[in-house]
């Protein structure tokens, strides 16, 4: 016969693997108190009205952190989960966020001038009212996203995805656009001029009233003659082969 187990020294063990095996189930809390660095986790974490300009947070986890109000200008953010953070009034002036996931982020009046997003995904995010002039977004994906009344003017949008945005009185003034798609996106009133539009798919867009006089059409993709009747053109905006300038433009004043 075996050694006889002793009761008390069984039911030790059997506490001691349930006890490791809770602990491996749960997931690691996330450092909230943690400096700013590289792949810090801060998942969650309230950092609201913080100064961390010029902060390396490469490659962090901010999913679903408070970053209301918070200084991030210059900071490096390449890569970073802000999936779903809160990024209202947030400065983040000439920061690094290439390719960095912002899906369903927040951002209203979120100061992203000048700041580098190229090949970053912002579907479904939401930043009305919020400023990415001169900011470099080639590539970056912003479909659904509710853009309206921003101001990318100036932006580098080349080959970006914004199907299905709300765009409406967003201004795009001197942005480039090369290739950006538009299909099923809201462009109402939106200033789109002195744009460059070549390859530019306005497949199904809405365009009532968007500005687009002295802007150069002729090689932009989907356009019908529906649409270019309900937007504002002048006599210098050329059009794709086959469309007729409205009557109605210029439009008037009040519109």
């Keep these: 016969m075996g050694a006889r187990r002793h009761p008390i020294l069984l039911c030790v063990r059997v506490a001691i693997g349930f006890a490791a095996v809770s602990l491996a189930a749960e997931p690691a809390l996330a450092g909230c108190s943690d400096s700013a660095r590289p792949r810090v986790d801060w998942s969650r974490c309230h950092k609201g009205n913080l100064m961390l300009g010029e902060s390396d947070l490469a490659q962090a986890n901010l999913m679903r952190a408070t ?3 918070t200084d991030l200008s210059r900071s490096i953010l390449s890569g970073a989960n802000l999936t ?6 947030a400065k983040l002036e000439r920061a690094n966020l290439s390719g960095a996931q912002l899906v369903k982020a927040v951002g209203w009046r979120t100061n992203l001038r000048a700041a580098d997003l190229s090949r970053a995904n912002l579907h479904m995010a939401q930043f009305s009212r919020a400023s990415f002039a001169q900011a470099k977004l080639a590539g970056a994906d912003l479909s659904k996203a509710e853009l309206n009344r921003s101001d990318l003017s100036g932006a580098d949008l080349t080959g970006a995805d914004l199907s299905k945005a709300e765009l409406a009185r967003t ?13 099923n996106a809201n462009l109402a009133r ?6 460059a539009l070549d390859e530019a798919d ?11 006089a002295g802007v150069d059409l002729a090689r932009a993709v989907g356009l019908t003659q529906a649409q270019l009747d309900q937007a504002c053109g ?6 794709p082969p086959g469309l007729a300038r409205p009557k109605s433009w210029p439009c008037g004043d009040d519109e």
């Design 67 to 69: 970053l209301i109000a």
């Design 84 to 89: 779903e953070t809160e990024l209202t009034f």
């Design 171 to 183: 201004i795009f003034a001197g942005a480039r656009l090369a290739g950006a798609k538009f299909t």
């Design 190 to 195: 939106a200033r789109l001029t002195g744009t």
């Design 202 to 212: 306005f497949t199904a867009a809405y365009l009532y009233l968007a500005d687009v």
């Design 234 to 239: 002048s006599p210098e905006t050329r059009l």
